[in-house]
């Protein structure tokens, strides 16, 4: 197989694999070489294999979370120079040289060679939670003297060295590349059998592409049909090699045809292969120039990231200043998004997006460096500074209508002239000169400074046309089915988590209770709705800086976690406010933080493992009942948390939210003032809390008290615009201490159960956040939509335009529901399956219920419908069921039909119906 010069001979990890899906044969089998594509991307594959020294450890439990199974290429015929491990070898295992890949070739033979093999390459991987290996260059031995005199006993060594691999990890998957001359009593103890130009090929002598003759079709059909005899449960693997991406799906359809799984790549392979069911493009490369680690503060972040979320892509964000990708794009990418706020590295960006520019649609938004290699970019034959006055002449609907109505009068820097594009703005200046800062064209858009936001004060934007609509124009339109995080069972979500602060403040109130003390008695037991509740260690702990109250407040802190309305969760052990600096443990301390870093704990510097899986034992060990363990982390201070920080939350087994600033308000930026939901930070992920807390809306304890009130209006402006966010209530303990800020409290929860709603647990919240970001969007030949990633949809959104779920060819698909301009779709089950249609379902279906739907059947029986169905909540439950006027339940005791009537109005006492079966006309 191809090899890159540099890296390969590489060794990989396997991740580890859930039995169930490694029993079954795989559909889709990649070899990936590279290490830029976005993890989302190769989750469309059931074996994936890679580089061991391109993908960390984060990328590798990401993608075994997801079910797919990574496998390490092992080359056992050959070693790299390059290879760190090169030095190591045994003085007497050099064989012999390949000078096309600057590597050794291996003396297989030797007992030694193979104990390196074992010891230093493969077993190392296993230890590193890898589940198999790809083995390659297995005939290298051939291009030596001493193999062509006695392969023999190079075949032989290849045996032994297989069956030890085999003896030491019995459940490994193992994968050979050709070996057609190993005996069957090898091919017994592998997996599959990949091997490679079985129609198109490559000649790497030559660098060129070639096609694969019949002779040589011939001979290799003549090889594998012994394979397929004596093998036919295990999967032939053909790798065939393209120039042209374009090729690639007809030929992995031709060799799928054949009989093989199919990999159609470039011989470096690092274009990712078609998949059946082909994998949807959803992500977005999003180009930011923001200052080293302040991609979180960058416009094309706080404010591209949400709209592209909206439009049911994922944003992969990279740093101008940083090197740009060398890999394919257009295998992964569904588009490019560049937004400058600076100018950096102008000429080098523009040039490297003039090469991708008409594979993909691409984006310019922001200021437009002053460079010709932009200026070409954007279809633009001047670029220039217009001269004032200037009229404007809006060409779009949404111009100067949406949020800003207040064109600048005097733009301050140059603008584009381009021709032959649909103008959303047009200027003209004194000179009569028009120009275009705001139009789309074929693959194009392009949205500049200083037309994007009409200013406020305090750094207030009001977008000054509609951006959703720009960029889908821009892009292609919206991409359905969307998975969604804000809407359950046709329902918006509510969740409320509570941080730790002021836990042990005691409260304005007859007897100076605690404020934790007041948030359970007055609002936890009240309002039946589940609650994250989060303590700081340091705060509770006796060891911590309040021992006096310690006794008190861990007793509270055990009565609130004992609550069937509560879960789980930590915030920290000493609350540091800057998350960076704990990361890499050397930056100095910011000057505008003189108070510190943390809670002053005396003698203590905070450091990750204390912070986060410390105090997430000390929770587990003292507070939490052994039954319900800590479930989430919630971040502290500024909650930027870095990679490190991450990958200890996601390996302490438990989930991470906070942070972002979502609150738009009537008199603040409104969309503009919407965050997304995630953060990804290398192959991490950060969930963003969907709604800011009380901090903001009290000017951080400042006063007014009762200021969180005005989350109401944040709630309201997030549904105008089409749901942006689900209802979330989320404070401090502190809210428990002043009189005002409880009423304000209990006025949120009053107002958000006064709707619609679905309660979930924010854990609940986050899993269906991250699957947005983690997980492939499939689509078979029959036009069927289905998922892999971790966890499973539990909503979709659909276009609202002409788009209804076919629940009669789909599977764990419920029914739908209209709200908020959006189509909603219920889905259940670990692998739904969605299919569409122009017209509306026949029969009953699911509308709304306020509680999580676990799973659902439909079919006919005679002239009636039969349902099974099962719902968990909080409380007790409400469901819809509409195109059926009448129903009766047949199973399931605590279930009732109330009422008569279409819709069908479903309850029942309990918080969960387990199972019930219903009888509908």
């Given at each position: 197989?191809?090899k ?7 060794v ?45 450890t ?58 390196f ?17 790809f ?101 032939l ?7 042209d ?33 082909q ?79 008409g ?44 949020e ?31 120009f ?45 089915p ?24 005691r ?20 309002y ?43 915030h ?14 050397s ?130 402006i ?14 401090h303990f502190?809210?428990g201490?002043k ?14 159960l ?40 539990h ?51 699911l509308?709304?219920?306020n ?71």
């Amino acid at each position: 197989m191809p090899k890159n010069p540099v890296v390969l001979p590489a060794v990989l990890v396997l991740a580890l694999f859930s039995q169930v899906v490694l029993a079954q044969a795989p559909r889709n089998v990649g070899f990936y070489y590279g290490h830029e594509a976005p993890v989302s991307a190769l989750m469309a594959y059931d074996w994936l294999v890679l580089q061991r020294d391109r993908n960390s450890t984060s990328r590798l439990d990401t993608l075994n979370d997801a079910g797919v199974a990574p496998i390490a290429y092992v080359s056992v015929g050959e070693m790299a120079r390059s290879h760190k491990q090169f030095a190591q070898l045994p003085a007497t295992a050099r064989l012999g040289r390949n000078t096309g890949w600057d590597s050794a070739i291996l003396d297989i033979r030797q007992p030694a060679v193979r104990a390196f093999l074992l010891d230093r390459l493969i077993d190392p991987a296993f230890r590193a939670g890898y589940h198999g290996v790809f083995l390659d260059t297995l005939d290298s031995y051939r291009l030596t003297q001493a193999g062509q005199d006695d392969p023999a006993a190079f075949v032989q060594a290849l045996a032994t060295l297989i069956g030890r691999i085999r003896e030491r990890h019995p459940d490994a998957r193992i994968i050979i590349n050709r070996g057609f001359e190993l005996p069957e009593s090898v091919h017994a103890q592998v997996d599959a059998l990949a091997f490679e130009s079985y129609r198109r090929g490559y000649d790497a002598g030559r660098k060129r592409y070639r096609p694969v003759s019949d002779a040589d079709r011939q001979w290799l059909r003549g090889q594998l049909d012994h394979w397929r005899d004596r093998h036919p449960d295990k999967p032939l693997i053909a790798i065939d090699y393209v120039r042209d991406a374009s090729d690639a799906p007809a030929l992995a359809r031709q060799l799928r045809q054949d009989g093989f799984v199919p990999y159609v790549t470039d011989p470096d392979l690092q274009r990712l292969g078609p998949t059946e069911p082909q994998r949807i493009k959803r992500e977005v490369l999003v180009l930011h120039d923001a200052p080293d680690g302040l991609m979180a503060h960058s416009a094309a972040h706080r404010y591209g990231g949400v709209l592209l979320e909206r439009l049911g892509y994922i944003p992969v964000y990279r740093d101008m200043h940083a090197p740009l990708p060398s890999e394919p794009l257009d295998d992964r990418f569904a588009g490019i998004v560049a937004w400058w706020e600076g100018g950096a590295k102008s000429r080098r960006v523009c040039r490297w997006l003039s090469q991708h520019r008409g594979n993909l649609p691409l984006v310019v938004m922001g200021r437009l460096p002053p460079d010709r290699n932009c200026e070409a970019l954007i279809r633009s034959d001047t670029v220039t500074l217009p001269a004032l006055p200037v009229t404007t002449t809006p060409r779009q609907a949404s111009v100067g209508r949406f949020e800003g109505t207040h064109l600048p009068a005097m733009p301050d820097s140059a603008l584009p002239r381009a021709e032959g594009v649909s103008s959303w703005l047009e200027i003209t200046d004194a000179q009569d000169t028009t120009f275009t800062p705001v139009y789309t064209a074929e693959h194009l858009g392009v949205a500049l400074e200083p037309y994007l936001f009409e200013p406020g004060p305090e750094d207030e934007r009001y977008w000054l046309f509609d951006p959703l609509a720009f960029l889908a124009e821009a892009l292609g339109g919206p991409l359905y089915p969307t998975p969604d995080a804000t809407t359950e069972s046709g329902q918006r979500i509510l969740t409320a988590h509570i941080d730790g602060d002021g836990f042990v403040s005691r409260a304005e109130l007859e007897g100076s209770p605690l404020g934790a003390t007041v948030i359970m008695d007055q609002i936890i037991k009240r309002y039946r709705v589940p609650h994250t509740v989060s303590v700081i260690e340091a705060e509770t702990s006796p060891d911590g800086i309040y021992p006096a109250t310690s006794a008190e407040a861990e007793r509270i802190a055990r009565q609130l976690f004992r609550l069937d309305n509560v879960e789980v969760a930590s915030h920290s052990y000493s609350h540091p406010f800057f998350w960076q600096i704990i990361e890499d443990g050397s930056r100095p301390l910011p000057v505008f933080a003189d108070y510190g870093y943390a809670l002053g704990v005396p003698g203590y510097k905070p450091v990750l493992q204390r912070e986060i899986p410390g105090s997430i034992d000390y929770i587990n060990r003292r507070l939490a009942p052994a039954d319900k363990p800590t479930n989430l982390f919630l971040w502290t201070g500024d909650a930027l948390p870095g990679e490190r920080a991450l990958k200890a939350v996601r390996s302490a087994g438990v989930l991470n939210v906070n942070g972002g600033d979502t609150h738009p308000l009537p008199y603040a930026s409104q969309l503009a003032g919407v965050w997304p939901m995630a953060r990804p930070v290398g192959d991490e992920l950060q969930i963003y809390a969907p709604v800011m807390n009380e901090n903001v809306y009290t000017n951080l304890w400042h006063g007014p008290y009762y200021g969180f009130r005005d989350v109401i209006d944040t709630f309201r402006i997030l549904e105008n615009y089409q749901r942006l966010k689900p209802l979330s209530i989320y404070y401090h303990f502190y809210s428990g201490t002043k009189p005002a800020a409880l009423n304000a409290l209990k006025a949120v929860y009053d107002d958000a159960l006064s709707r619609p709603v679905t309660p979930l647990y924010l854990s609940q919240y986050a899993r269906r956040a991250r699957f947005n970001y983690r997980s492939a969007m499939l689509r078979d030949s029959h036009g069927r939509y289905t998922w892999r990633g971790i966890g499973a949809p539990h909503t979709v959104r659909i276009d609202p335009a002409g788009q209804y779920p076919d629940l009669a060819a789909s599977q764990g698909v419920a029914g739908f529901h209209d709200d908020a301009g959006n189509r909603y779709v219920h889905l259940t089950g670990s692998q739904p399956t969605l299919a569409l249609r122009d017209t509306p379902p026949e029969g009953p279906y699911l509308q709304q219920a306020n509680a999580v739907l676990t799973h659902w059947s439909r079919r006919r029986v005679d002239d009636r419908w039969r349902i099974e169905l099962g719902f968990s909540g909080i409380g007790p439950l409400s469901a819809t069921l509409a195109g059926t006027g009448h129903c009766r339940v047949i199973r399931g005791a605590s279930l009732s039909v109330k009422g008569t009537g279409r819709p069908v109005q479903l309850g029942a006492p309990g918080k969960n119906v387990n199972s019930a079966t219903l009888e509908c006309r």
